[in-house]
């Protein structure tokens, strides 16, 4: 990928972004540079691949915004939910891959992109591990990009509903 090609995504990723803001969409900065980057990736064309050392960047970025959030209680409340989580990550994966079969099985998809496609994880992964299969990995960046918007969107906007109820303010700074 260029540099010019990946400036625009940037750029579209970053008015998107504050686009979403404005239409107050749940958690705006990443559904609105989803819908802006991905925007731009459609107009222009280009499939390269997003080159690896912006994305060491962005990833760094991201888990150290998630490590600066880290409290001292953590590891003590960590333990309270591995049980519960593991259970739910377990009969989510199940539920997947039996989504995915039930697609294989009716629509024209490989099994392969139909399962990978169905269960959950990170975007990179899914689509690194369906490319290494063998499989169609656009075709798996574009089911799961669909299932990040709609997770992201219902619970930005549930959590903004239980706020609301619960008489507390939304943070628009957290993108709610």
């Known amino acids: ?97 039996g989504l995915g079969l039930a697609v294989w099985s009716l629509v024209t998809v490989g099994r392969v992109e139909a399962v990978f496609g169905m269960v959950p994880g990170g975007v990179g992964e899914m689509v690194s591990a369906v490319a290494s299969l063998g499989g169609d990995s656009a075709l798996v960046a574009g089911m799961h990009i669909i299932r990040l918007l709609v997770v992201v969107t219902v619970m930005g906007a549930l959590v903004g509903w239980f706020r609301r109820r619960e008489g507390g303010a939304s943070t628009d700074e957290e993108g709610m």
């Open 1 to 97: 990928m260029s540099l010019i090609a990946l400036a625009a995504l940037i750029v579209g990723g970053t008015l998107g972004a504050l686009l979403g803001r404005v239409l107050h969409l749940p958690l705006w900065p990443l559904t609105g540079a989803l819908v802006g980057a991905g925007s731009v990736q459609l107009f222009v064309g280009n499939h390269a691949p997003f080159p690896t050392w912006a994305l060491f960047i962005a990833q760094v970025l991201v888990g150290s915004t998630v490590g600066a959030r880290l409290g001292p209680t953590v590891l003590q409340e960590f333990r309270l939910v591995l049980v519960p989580g593991v259970v739910a990550v377990v009969a989510t994966v199940v539920a997947g891959i």
